[in-house]
């Protein structure tokens, strides 16, 4: 039996276990998307919680994000990979299809074979979205001026207006790596930080992984 922190252990309902990385970023913005209540818990990577025992009863590689759901019956369930998360909450949270497609629907499969939209996934909002968002939020940090895509500006825009965006993206905190936040000459040194740091994770990362070299899933090389 893991014994967990008392500031770490899962809470009744859901549990979102991350850090002010990329990834972690999406949950908190699908669960304000569906107003659903969970508890954040932060996990210090720089004290190297995500690699103790008691994350890696939840995530045995070590990554973020992750949740658990304790279940009004008194079940758990444990996931880790972004988009098997964004997956679950929609499947568990999501009952009205707010930002998703029910299963099997004429819908469903038309968003499937989608051409041109407003959207990634279809004519409205689903995780789709959410799970690319982060991205377009972060392409200054990843060297990309995105005045040269303006259907992607417009897109992202239209997100940022949006009251779940706006609260997910402070969850645990403000997020870090948008356009203005890397542009701020100030803070050069941190950011020069973070990308050694971040390859020197991304390296251990490779070292350590546990799953098939083939299908390295998302958030191995992104926490």
């Known amino acids: 039996m893991v014994t967990f922190p008392p500031d ?7 549990n979102i276990y ?26 210090d990577m720089g004290a190297a ?9 939840i995530n045995p590689n070590g990554r973020m994000p992750a949740l658990v759901h304790i279940k009004e019956d008194g079940t758990s369930v444990s996931v880790f990979e972004s988009g098997a998360c964004l997956l679950y909450i929609a499947a568990e949270f999501d009952k009205d299809h707010k930002i998703s497609y029910p299963y099997g ?24 979205d959410i799970a ?17 895509f303006p259907n992607v500006k417009a897109w992202r825009e239209k997100l940022l207006q949006r009251p779940g965006f706006q609260k997910g993206i402070q969850i ?3 997020y870090p790596f948008h356009d203005d936040a890397v ?13 050694k740091w971040g390859s020197q994770g991304i390296k251990a990362a490779t070292d350590n992984w546990k799953g098939d070299p083939v299908s390295v899933p998302s958030d191995h090389t992104s926490n």
């Open 8 to 14: 770490k252990a899962p809470k009744p309902g859901l």
């Open 18 to 43: 991350g850090c002010s990385a990329v990834n972690p970023y999406k949950l908190t913005i699908a669960a304000e998307e569906l107003s659903v209540p969970y508890n954040y818990v932060s996990v």
């Open 49 to 57: 919680e995500n690699q103790s025992e008691w994350y890696t009863s």
């Open 105 to 128: 629907t004429p819908e469903y499969w038309k968003q499937l074979s989608w051409s041109s939209s407003p959207f990634v996934g279809g004519d409205r909002l689903t995780i789709a």
């Open 132 to 148: 690319v968002f982060i991205y377009a939020y972060s392409l200054k940090w990843c060297g990309v001026n995105i005045d040269e």
């Open 172 to 174: 645990p905190k403000p």
């Open 183 to 195: 542009s701020n000459p100030g803070e050069q040194d941190f950011y020069i930080g973070v990308r």
